[in-house]
């Protein structure tokens, strides 16, 4: 073999393992229950399902799974692209919860230090280390087992929602989700804003216009 075949070859391996790098997090095995717990750590931390945003985005991939015939997985998998690998972040908190498995291994991204604002400075603190949260990932993890054998068939007796709701998102997700024309509906008392479609349910209207006669 003569040595631009060789140096092909090489070439082609290297690319081939940086291609695997990149898409690792996509092409990680996912089941229903492990793609639900990283969406609610990673969108309302460790008390997610306490807060009720683990039922409600429980909920929101329940019908995006079915309006596009897709897998429950594989709909989280590209409704939250960013955390499991879909497209690329700055987000520490992501690469972690991303890396989360079922049996709660600590992370290989798990922060060794974190920024502290005191006053009008920032302080560099060792973070608190895995062992002081593997309790709570396992509970998430359980409690994710359970609500993912929530249908849609008998939703109106464990959704906390108002009304259907087919996204969530955060404060700063306000303005683009107004301009959309999306409906905010009352789900309690949840760290994120949870939304209806008006053009995919026509069960979605306003709260404000109050009850159809």
Known sequence: MNRFV???????????????????????????????????INEAGWDCFESGDGLAIHEVLLRGAHRNRMSYA????????????????????????????????????????????????????????????????????????????LSLDNVEDWSRCESPVHDWGGSMDRDRAARIGLVEIECGETANDFYCRPGVDIGCRDASEGPED
């Open 6 to 40: 060789v140096t092909v070859v090489l070439c082609l391996l290297a690319t081939t393992l940086a291609a695997g790098q990149d898409t690792g997090s996509r092409a990680r095995p996912m089941s229903s229950a492990l793609a639900l717990a990283l969406l609610c």
């Open 74 to 149: 594989g709909f989280a998998r590209a409704y939250a692209g960013r955390l499991f690998g879909a497209r690329p972040h700055r987000v520490s908190r992501m690469h972690w919860v991303g890396e989360l498995t079922p049996d709660c291994t600590e992370p290989p991204s798990w922060p060794r230090v974190s920024t502290r604002r005191v006053g009008g400075s920032v302080r560099v603190v060792e973070h608190p280390p895995w062992s002081h949260y593997v309790d709570s990932c396992r509970s998430v993890m359980e409690r994710a087992r359970e609500v993912v054998s």
